[in-house]
């Protein structure tokens, strides 16, 4: 069986979850079928994977008549194909053109919804309209929908009715635990200024406003002022939310804050995971959050937001610390001051008890283990693929 993989991202191109899971999935498929990836961007070296770019004559428009000029060729090249499997918006229309030109199934993986991210209209403008549309029609006529968690299954009946339960299974992200595992080196803290000897929090994700770190950067100024701060963040999504953090960091008035702008190598990420006392996520909108399952793989407690599929991979508790949230249409919550006061409370809840945290993130590390591993994803996909062949 020969499989379509359709994506905007892929390693090294890669700037967030969807990428993880394109990179983890293939590697694992590559076991049970002929897989061949479609993405965005520069030729890769790797075998079996083949990059397009943005079509001379769209050069300088809108990015997301970019993206479909992108996706036609995508689709074009999927001749041969016996399944195609998008991720993203930017990849569904290129596996909706492809099924309706090759007659073959579609499959779409749904890492998040445009529906439940009207914020994107402050980055793409009128493109927004566009990505929405893109996604809305691959989603409705797609033969299978895979949702990446119980909660992402919610939303997707919820965002598109018109969907048939019985067309979307819930398939979790992975993770590859050999891979992601405690460090006990600490030279990149030491490169980066951080006292290894000195309790840290640590983030990691983009500037949007989907991943949560301005209400983090208000949480700060109640955080236990003997922690130092650790921000892995870069890639903002607009000009006015990146000015936005940058304000908001420069007025923390505290000591020990580390802002890591550029995107690290995996190694340098895992062993910032390792170190810190308290991982946190606050996300106002997760599908799963990968993230996560990276902090509890390297044994690292976990403080995030009890919205979308978080509930689902940090047990409450157990693994770490959820934080209640309610939320407007927008994601936002309905009241931020509340919501940044309880994120401080449980990261401090964790910074005055190590022992707690310790044992938090000995229990994450055994729950990925044994709930989260890539081969576990790839063969229940390729169980999906082989019903709509029968």
Known sequence: MRVDLLSREYPPEVYG???VHMEYLARELRKLADVRVRCFGAERAEPGVSAYRVPDGLAGVNAALQVLGVDLEMAAACEGADVVHSHTWYANFAGHVAKLLHGVPHVVTTHSLEPL????????GGGYAISSWAERTALLDADAVIAVSEGMRRDVLTAYPEIAPERVSVIHNGIDTAEYAPDPA???????GIDPRRPYVVFVGRITRQKGLV????AARSIDPGAQLVLCAGAPDTP??????TELVRGLGRDGVFWIREMLPKPEVIQLLTHAAVFVCPSVYEPMGIVNLEAMACETAVVATATGGIPEVVADGETGLLVPIDQGPDGTPDDPGRFAADLAERVNALLGDPARALAMGRAGRARVVEHFSWERVARRTADLYATLRS
């Not at 006015?240 to 953090?245: D, S």
């Open 17 to 19: 979850g969807a990428g």
């Open 117 to 124: 991210r009207p914020w994107k209209a402050e980055q793409l």
């Open 186 to 192: 600490t030279h990149v803290l030491e490169k980066h």
């Open 215 to 218: 209400h983090l950067l208000h």
């Open 240 to 245: 006015e939310i990146a000015a936005e953090v």
